[in-house]
């Protein structure tokens, strides 16, 4: 039985909380985080709660990390009803814990769960998921720098019935998981596959929605741009194969040589909450922001004419990534990284804020613990 109730943000919602009658060992969690990795290991609980048309969202729980259990005839793994978010937990110098624009998270998953078909979270369910999460496993956040406790909540239809219909039975869970720093060896310029093959999504698609589909479809192609040498792949547009659309799970961003950040605006890219942390320093800088349509093309004679000067990949992972070489069947394009990188400047800005080493004068911090 839960040993204690805390009340929820709404009135109506109790979270019922079950802590782990075996939590990890001191001194086993401590050797973990020393290098914590990437999605191997999880904390010693979850969040879920559930959601039906007959009775709303109901039954919050934070409980021991364990296996789901599902029905073989569960919605999701026929028709794919699912969504997730990422999002991170840092631990300033001070030792309390605080994570980054999380409501903008939390209304990405609304926008997602909108297309595809699923009842949309409040927004302060979502936030104090987060915190309930911390309260029972704060200890997790590690404080090596560039590290983090990874937050993964995710939703999918649950409800056993093989009709193709939008499911009534639906699970809202949270995990979390210790990050390592994203470069071990210090940030490098990173090579990127152009595919001319495979498409990530269309016009009227699910390119917007963070879904789990959008990832599947994108593996073959990753795989092709490892197979090149390349750590990340970029797509282009579905309808002309001419503009660029973003890579297998990051923005990109063009600097010119007059100041400007050029990215590319499409209804089938996912919406970047790290992309647009950048955009705003760089307007608060001065730096004119353009997100219109982008052709490769464009890139390529941009580059070659010293108008384009700089490409970087953004995103939640790797916070920004400088791209140093485009690579595509029968071709490649070397990249300049300038000594004075306007995308290292603002990589730095930005972890300084979010570790909080840098004044958050746009309030993008959210304390989860106290």
Not at 41 to 51: M, Q
Not at 58 to 85: G, K, M, N, T
Not at 179 to 205: D, E, M, N, Q
């Amino acid at each position: 039985m839960p040993t204690n109730l805390l009340p929820m943000a709404a009135q109506d919602l109790t979270w019922a909380v079950t802590p782990h009658e075996s939590p990890r060992p001191e001194d086993e969690l401590s050797t973990i985080l020393e290098k914590p990795g990437f999605g191997e290991v999880f904390t010693d609980h979850l969040v879920d709660l559930c959601w039906s048309a007959a009775g709303g969202w109901h039954r919050p729980r934070v409980r021991p990390y364990a296996a789901l259990s599902l029905d073989p005839a569960a919605a999701v793994l026929h028709y794919a009803q699912e969504i997730f978010e990422g999002l991170k937990a840092y631990r300033h110098a001070d030792g309390s814990i605080w994570t980054f624009r999380p409501e903008m998270n939390a209304r990405r998953m609304q926008r997602s769960a909108a297309r595809l078909a699923l009842p949309e979270l409040p927004e302060a369910y979502f936030l104090d998921s987060l915190k309930q999460l911390i309260a029972v496993d704060g200890r997790w956040v590690p404080s090596a720098p560039e590290t983090s406790l990874y937050l993964r909540p995710f939703m999918f239809a649950k409800e056993a019935f093989l009709g193709v219909r939008p499911a009534k039975k639906v699970e809202y869970v949270l995990i979390a998981s210790p990050a390592g720093a994203y470069f071990t060896g210090g940030v490098a310029p990173v090579k990127i596959w152009v595919s001319t093959t495979f498409t990530r999504a269309g016009h009227g698609g699910m390119g917007a929605a963070k879904t789990g589909g959008n990832y599947a479809s994108s593996l073959v192609a990753q795989q092709e741009a490892y197979d090149h040498g390349c750590a990340q792949v970029l797509f282009l547009d579905a309808q002309e194969g001419v503009y660029l659309e973003e890579l297998g799970g990051m923005n990109v961003v063009l600097v010119t040589k007059d100041g400007r950040l050029l990215t590319p605006d499409s209804d089938s890219i996912l919406e970047g909450i790290t992309l647009d942390s950048v955009l705003t320093l760089a307007r608060d800088r001065g730096l004119t922001v353009e997100q219109r349509r982008v052709s490769l093309a464009e890139w390529k004679d941009g580059v070659a004419s010293g108008d384009i000067v700089e490409a970087f990949a953004c995103g939640t992972a790797a916070v920004i990534t400088p791209i140093g070489e485009l690579l595509w069947e029968g071709g490649s394009l070397p990249i300049p990284t300038p000594e004075d990188s306007v995308a290292m400047s603002l990589r730095e800005e930005l972890t300084g804020i979010q570790y909080g080493r840098v004044e958050d004068r746009h309030g993008w911090m959210t304390r989860l613990d106290g």
